[in-house]
């Protein structure tokens, strides 16, 4: 929660003398989010392999990304479920229809609880399964279309 947040946030600026420990803000912010992953706040680790997956530079980050996407998915984040499903729909080694779907499925379940962000996550956990039945080619042209967005 807020108080733990508070914490760790305390504990990581304590050590800075002479600038950002991490290397800059937004290292910072990512080392943050991966304090709070590990203390237990799925969404936390969602939105820090978010911030690793738009700042990857190579197949490692992304691997490390996907992992923690997974991780988070696990755990139960709708973040985490979208996000995941998402690799397995769109990127090459993925497999739409079997664990992509499964996770849709998942994120389905996990939304029908209600709670923050339940609507959204039904209308994309929908769209992500109508993508998982459409032909590869089609499916990964939408890929690409919403990535350069």
Do not use: F, K, Y
């Not at 397995?88 to 939304?111: F, K, N, V």
């Not at 609507?119 to 109508?130: I, K, P, Q």
């Amino acid at each position: 929660g807020s108080v733990g947040a508070a914490h760790e946030a305390a504990v990581l600026m304590s050590s800075w003398r002479g600038g950002w420990p991490c290397g800059g803000w937004r290292r910072c912010a990512l080392a943050l989010r991966l304090r709070w992953g590990r203390l237990g706040d799925a969404d936390q680790l969602a939105a820090a392999a978010a911030m690793l997956r738009a700042d990857a530079r190579n197949q490692t980050d992304r691997a490390v990304a996907r992992r923690l996407t997974l991780e988070a998915a696990s755990q139960g984040s709708l973040q985490g479920l979208w996000e995941a499903a998402w690799d397995e729909i769109c990127e090459i080694e993925g497999d739409a229809s079997g664990a992509g779907r499964e996770l849709l499925h998942r994120l389905q379940q996990a939304a029908g609880t209600g709670g923050r962000g339940s609507h959204a996550a039904n209308a994309l956990a929908s769209t992500g399964l109508a993508l998982t039945v459409m032909p590869e080619t089609v499916r990964h042209s939408i890929c690409q279309i919403a990535l350069a967005s």
